[in-house]
């Protein structure tokens, strides 16, 4: 079974070990934007 993107996103990043707040800093992203991008009501943007 294929991973949606916010599973493979939320995977990811628990594989780094990194918090929301490290990512966010990292990808210039807000903390916000990248927790709804992981959650399960997130449209899918893969398709």
């Known amino acids: ?20 707040e490290q990512l966010a800093e990292q990808t210039h992203l807000s903390k916000s934007a990248l927790g709804s991008y992981e959650a399960a009501d997130f449209k899918d943007i893969s398709k």
């Open 1 to 20: 079974m294929e991973l949606s993107i916010q599973e493979r996103l939320k995977n990811l990043r628990g594989e780094r070990r990194l918090t929301l």
